[in-house]
């Protein structure tokens, strides 16, 4: 059972993590760190104890989580490594940085999980995925799985390649969402409709149209037909996207945020 955890780093996706815990009403103590003292308003705002540097404190908690950009993970692991406990789990939630390097850093008998979910943590609705390495018995992944359903789904990944392919699938994902909300909004407008109407029933869109997904029993493929008539509208512009061969440019734009999740964490 979690009822201490470390989060180094307290960039967005911690504080959609910090939100949901709150939320929750998680009996959970959660020890924030981060170099920048403009953070301790989260501290403030919230039942969290906040520190600039890593200390022995540390040491009480379960779970250590890293939220940091990869090319910080060395000087973290350092001191995370001065005063963690033998039975902390560290959980990396920074893309790219292969077990093997944070092993070096943090001892070869740490028990570290590589995981990755994204911002829909804040509300319960993130898919987290995570990687663990052979120091993680089964009831540590159990326990870490139970505290990352909090924020909604999780699962177990078998390779840690798998890890740098979902970092550019659900860690970026909700931004390829919005960036196609933004498109739609922005025809809205173009169609005269003013910038608060479209924001609103372009939201309402892709909302109502996720909470069908999500509810019906049909597959994607029989909905979407649903709504498409041999010859009508709907079918005139699924096929200029086809023409425009948008399913290639998605591929070819979540590959690139692959080959990136697989470059990061590298050493210079």
Not at 128 to 154: H, L, Q
Not at 221 to 242: E, H
Request: proline share 1%; with cysteine; hydrophobic share 40%.
């Amino acid at each position: 059972m979690i009822k201490d955890i470390s989060i180094i780093g307290a960039g967005n996706l911690s504080q959609s993590l910090l939100y949901r815990i709150e939320h929750s009403k998680a009996n959970i103590k959660i020890r924030l760190y981060d170099k920048d003292t403009k953070k301790n308003i989260l501290a403030k705002k919230s039942n969290v104890l906040f520190n600039t540097d890593i200390d022995d404190k540390i040491s009480k908690s379960n779970i250590i989580i890293i939220a940091v950009k990869p090319n910080q993970y060395k000087d973290v692991c350092v001191n995370i490594k001065k005063h963690k406990s033998e039975s902390s789990i560290v959980v990396s939630l920074m893309a790219g940085v292969k077990i093997k390097k944070l092993m070096k850093e943090l001892g070869s008998k740490t028990s570290i999980i590589r995981a990755m979910t994204n911002i829909n943590s804040k509300y319960g609705n993130a898919s987290t995925f995570m990687f663990k390495n052979k120091f993680c018995k089964n009831n540590t992944i159990n326990i870490v799985k139970t505290f990352f359903n909090i924020f909604g789904t999780s699962h177990i990944l078998k390779k840690e390649i798998e890890i740098d392919k979902v970092t550019a699938l659900i860690g970026s994902g909700p931004a390829y969402f919005i960036y196609f909300l933004e498109g739609i909004i922005q025809t809205f407008k173009k169609f005269d409709f003013s910038e608060n109407d479209s924001n609103a029933y372009a939201k309402e869109l892709f909302y109502g149209t996720a909470i069908t997904c999500m509810n019906e029993q049909k597959s994607l493929l029989k909905i979407k037909n649903s709504v498409v008539s041999k010859g009508g509208t709907t079918d005139a512009a699924l096929k200029k996207l086809t023409t425009l061969k948008f399913q290639n440019i998605l591929e070819k734009s979540i590959k690139e945020a692959y080959s990136k999740a697989k470059q990061l964490g590298k050493d210079k």
